[in-house]
Each structure stands twice: as C-alpha cells, then as structure tokens.
C-alpha cells in the first residue's frame, strides 16, 4: 500500500532524498515511521513524524544527519538523507499506523500497520 522510491548508491558525505507515498491511502491520517534493515541485521527505526507533521523523533544514529517532512496536500513523506555514511546502507522501509511520534518515544515497528516493500540505499566508502 506504501511505496518507497528515492534510493540509490551515493559515496560517503552524501545525500540522498527518499519517499513514501500511496496511491489508495491517505498518509496524513497517520503516524508515519521509517525503518531501516542491513543485510544480515534486524530491522531498526530511523524516524517518525505524526499527522500534521509537529511532532518527530529519530534514532541516535541519524541525529543531526537525516531530516523527516511531509507534505499530506502530495501525500507523501519525506526522508532527507545527509552525510551518508557506509554504515547507513540499507534497505528503508515506510510504515503508516495510527501511533504517537514524539522525542521521548521509542519508534516501534509492531505499531505501524501498513508497510512498503522497501528501497535499496548503498553508501560507497
């Protein structure tokens, strides 16, 4: 129901812009969360914004390097992506549940219902 697109392979110190959108679901009712998974690693939370976009939280791994946005008019989220580092190669994943995004709350993935099928990210060092 969720599509991801935006990947790609950059070299390290750049950035990539990723987005979710949905072609028969309205992203702006829900918490959206993104998600990420190495090869040969568990799935981990990168970010999450909720509706109307006030309210953000991300993993101490991509403070200060990625952003989240969205634009409910477009229905689509945003993950900015900068100063990528080889550690950041991934597949990422856009969820949507009706879930609260907030800077003191763990980002969960059993709270997100609705999924995408991923976009490959490959950092070259």
């Known amino acids: 129901q969720l599509v991801e697109s935006g990947g790609g392979l950059v070299q390290a110190g750049g950035s990539l812009n990723l987005s979710c959108t949905a072609s028969t679901f309205t992203l702006g009712r829900y918490t959206i969360g993104w998600f990420r998974q190495a090869q040969g690693k568990e799935r981990e939370a990168v970010s999450c914004i909720g509706t109307s976009g006030g309210r953000t939280n991300f993993a101490d791994s991509v403070k200060g390097r990625f952003g989240v946005s969205r634009d409910d008019a477009k229905n689509t989220v945003y993950l900015q992506m900068n100063m990528l580092k080889p550690e950041d190669k991934a597949v990422y994943y856009c969820?949507?549940?009706?879930?609260?995004?907030?800077?003191?709350?763990?980002?969960?993935?059993?709270?997100?219902?609705?999924w995408g099928q991923g976009t490959q990210v490959t950092v070259s060092s």
């Open positions: 969820a949507g549940g009706s879930t609260f995004c907030g800077a003191s709350v763990d980002i969960r993935a059993n709270k997100y219902l609705y």
